[in-house]
């Protein structure tokens, strides 16, 4: 029993003395780290003392053994300190926690001081100075420093959980409770050692060892499982990682994940336990070089839980004092919303250039319009004049006729091409725009093999225009839509009313507002984004020669915009083509 009891005090000594070799490694600037390092190896001076203890050969070797043991107090104390600075919120004042050290060390240091007068072997009277004495013959000594044990032990206990209990995060909240039940066993051990087994007759000292080392294990592993801060103060570090909005990495010298914030969980929508411990290669798209050195920016895509992030990665290497290379810190922002922002903008650059772009052919046309118009309107007088003065079975009616005919042909094209450049003539009134879908279609002559569907809002409100401009946009955009059915599809006129705020205003070239919507889409087969772009330019057709004069669209887009609303366009090939108008409601 004796070689068993020594052989775990030896163990318990050896897991004691790594762990806080390890402890020291991973933060050694780290006061609170300083504070745990000095308890463990308390721990492994009370585990040697043990191993002396049992090894002795005699009744003076076991006093002697005895007489050193001058660090047992110290343990108390160190454990009162460490509780302290391991739950330190920034609200204690300084001076109360000040107060507190002080009434930790003053007594261990005054047991030290009576356990150095029991240097030497022999009966107590024979011992130098005379601490000895007075301690052995004092049993109040012994009961004030049951008291003082008793009362850091349970404050410090007290501390942990509270600690504990107040944690908001799944990650601190695991690593305070692995420090909670780490720093636990030992004091809980040393009670059912020193008080119970002796009431009780039992013998078995190395029992608060071996809970040491348990304990001290624990508080390893959390440092391991749950990253290289858990010993540092919570409003320092913790904080600071919990409130980036950046994802957080470390990584260590191996390429795998130490930490992560709860920004990189909530990013990659996963628990924080399947991320440690990961190589950070798996959690990227592409393979990516750690640098000894410098910082490295770039691109990427992280791997969630069931599509890869684009984000922006900046990896920068991280050196102690001795330049020893700890690992890497690596941050990910998310690209979503900026590449979001990006396209939005995009489409908005190419609406503008757009608009641009057809007021600019908007006013070659208008000019050409009127020149145009005045050589016509001098064309069709003397033609109707020269009609006039010519019998009719005169061999120059039919040609004087074809004159006039192409003659009025050109003034509609002619005021088609005004329409677009908006400088037509409007006559403006409340119109009821269901009214005049309902009229247009009605006239439609619609193939066998077409279905027209009509979703007209109830009590559509009022809008200010010229009904036969009007009319002439539902029926161009319907005759449009006819053209890229052909033998078969779906006809859709839609009617409503929508509240259109700023972005989405301005994005349209509009005032914020209520508007009137009308949007006309077929099944066909759509356009490709070159023909999409070119849809609203005069005399743009993708029919035949002859079929068309590709001023339709064009018509449509100056008319709705000189009536101050707007137009757009949404075709996709194989898809078809959606055709929206919107109008100011009158006010």
Known sequence: MTILTTLLSLLAALIGL??????LARNPRSHVNRVFVGLCLTFVHDSVMEVGLRQAGSPEAAGLWASVNLLWPFNVALFGHFALAFTESGRRPALLEKLALVLAYVPAAALALLELTDLGTGPPEHRPWGWSTDYLRAPWLVHLAVVWMTVVSAGSLVLLLRHWLRASDPHARARRRAVLVGSSLPVVAGLVTEVIFPLAGVSFLPCKNIAGAVGVTLVAHAIRRHGLFELTPSNVADNIITAMTDALLLVDPNGRVAVVNRAACELLASPRGDLVGRRLDALLDAPVELEPAGVTDREAGLRGKDQVIPVSLSIAAWRGNGAQLHGHVCIARDMRERRAAEAARGRLEEQVRQARHLEAIGTLAGGVAHELNNMLTVIIGRAEAARKGVPDDSELVQDLDGILASGLRGSELINNLLGFARQGRYFNQRIRLDELVGAATDALEVPDGVTVVRRLAPDLEAVEGDPHQLRQVIVHLAHNALDALGAGGTLTLETGVDDLARAQAEALGLKPGRFVRL?????????DEATRKQAFDPFFTTKDVGEGTGLGLSM????????????????????????????????
Do not use: E, I, K
């Not at 949404?570 to 083509?577: N, Y």
């Open 519 to 527: 949007a006309v889409a077929d099944s066909g087969a759509g356009m």
């Open 18 to 23: 790594a762990v806080a070799m390890f402890v």
């Open 556 to 587: 449509v887009y100056g008319a709705v915009r000189n009536h101050g609303g707007a137009v757009t366009l949404d075709s996709s090939p194989g898809v078809g083509t959606t055709v929206t108008v919107y109008l100011p409601v009158c006010s």
